[in-house]
């Protein structure tokens, strides 16, 4: 999120109404629900993990050990383990 000049990209009338109750401050124009996006769907990370854990899921359906996975991905094997209960549910 970057500093935008509002009397740079609104119209003065906006302008003017909008002094009516804040000036010289910053003001934080949130998106629309309808623009929003969810965690990790902008820097590509929810699609990243989702293609991690679909290969721990592959590996785990070979017969590869809870501990081996583990290692190879630097998790601990609880978490491979949430991974696998929670892929087996979907």
Do not use: C, F
């Not at 906006?14 to 769907?41: A, C, F, M």
């Not at 592959?58 to 929670?86: C, F």
């Amino acid at each position: 999120m970057e500093y935008q000049n509002a009397k740079n990209i609104l119209p003065k009338k906006l302008v003017d109404e909008i002094q009516k109750y804040v000036q010289g401050q910053t003001l934080y124009i949130p998106r629309k629900t309808s623009h929003k996006t969810g965690w990790g769907e902008m820097s590509g990370t929810k699609a990243a993990l989702r293609e991690r854990n679909q290969s721990i899921m592959r590996m785990y359906r070979v017969g590869s050990r809870i501990e081996d996975i583990a290692a190879q991905y630097y998790l601990s094997p609880d978490s491979v383990r949430k991974i696998v209960s929670t892929q087996n549910m979907d």
